[in-house]
């Protein structure tokens, strides 16, 4: 098993950055593919973007394609997620979820471990 602790959400004004981590308990990290997605008010849980077990392929949403980057050091035990360019549709809770059966994916279901989430709103 692995516990995943988000943080770094808060209030940015649009255009601005925020950089997500998430903490991983276990020594097994590097065994787990890597996801963050996001859910806003009344609306499903969206994929924002996955990384595979070593780094070294990653999957973005197309809304968020160029303005977000996943990463991950597996020495940290810790996933990141860099916001750049923020915009108010950007604003939801974000969660990690991590598996270790997949290679990497788009879909909440195919995670098995999900963090408590990090609040992130943007204003315009």
């Known amino acids: 098993q692995v516990q995943l602790v988000e943080s770094g959400g808060g209030l940015v004004q649009a255009g601005g950055s925020l950089r997500l981590s998430c903490a991983a308990s276990g020594r097994t990290f590097s065994s787990y593919a890597m996801g963050w997605f996001r859910q806003a008010p009344g609306k499903e849980r969206e994929f924002v973007a996955a990384?595979?077990?070593?780094?070294?392929?990653?999957d973005y949403a197309g809304s968020v394609k160029g303005r977000f980057t996943i990463s991950r050091d597996n020495a940290k035990n810790t996933a990141y997620l860099q916001m750049n360019s923020l915009k108010p549709e950007d604003t939801a809770v974000y969660y990690c979820?991590?598996?270790?059966?997949?290679?990497?994916?788009?879909?909440?279901?195919?995670?098995?471990?999900w963090g408590q989430g990090t609040q992130v709103t943007v204003s315009s």
């Open positions: 990384i595979t077990r070593s780094g070294g392929s990653t």
């Open positions: 979820a991590a598996d270790r059966h997949v290679l990497r994916s788009t879909t909440p279901s195919m995670y098995a471990y």
